[in-house]
């Protein structure tokens, strides 16, 4: 008989991200967030082969990327207000992190299975600062997906790309709670 961790469960089930545009100061420091970033690291990883890397980006850093949007958002021929709104996601922030997939070689753990890690990684970094009492949120964006954004802005090599950006701070004003899947409507069960 398993031995449950009712308080985890109940966490998972009840989880919910914080907008990012409702995260302030403080942040956590960097003996607050790294036990954070240890939780995310804990991870389904194929083959141990670390597969993905943090970079941690306090203010200076976020109004750097910020700076290099509308370069980006040019060569992609966005609008202003969609250029403004991509800013916005790094001038308005004091802590994110970034998770990046950086896929290594294999014969055995094919590129797709890596990528997933990545993403797992992105996701328990973001509850493990819920679950610290801090507001957090996973965001992407389409500056994220420009290889010249993801360059400049992180030093990516040719086969890394941006997972997303974990936004941690603290929660000024609780939204209301989303719409939540209909199990029955996405769960099958496969007797045989």
Known sequence: MPDPDLAALRFLQTRRSRPAKTLGLPVPDRAALMPL????LRVPDHGKLEPWRLV?????A?????SLVPEAG????????EIA???AQFTDAHLAVAVIAAPKPSDRIPAIEQSHSAGCVAYGLLNAALAAGWGANWLTG????ER????????LGPSESIVGFVHIGTERAAPPDRPRPDPEAVIAWMPE
């Open 37 to 40: 970033l240890v939780a995310g």
């Open 74 to 81: 040019a060569r992609l021929g966005r609008s202003a207000e």
């Open 85 to 87: 709104r991509q800013q």
């Open 62 to 66: 976020l109004v750097r990327l910020a």
């Open 148 to 155: 010249g954004f993801a360059a400049a802005a992180l030093g």
């Open 142 to 145: 389409w500056a994220s997906h």
């Open 56 to 60: 941690v980006l306090e203010r200076a």
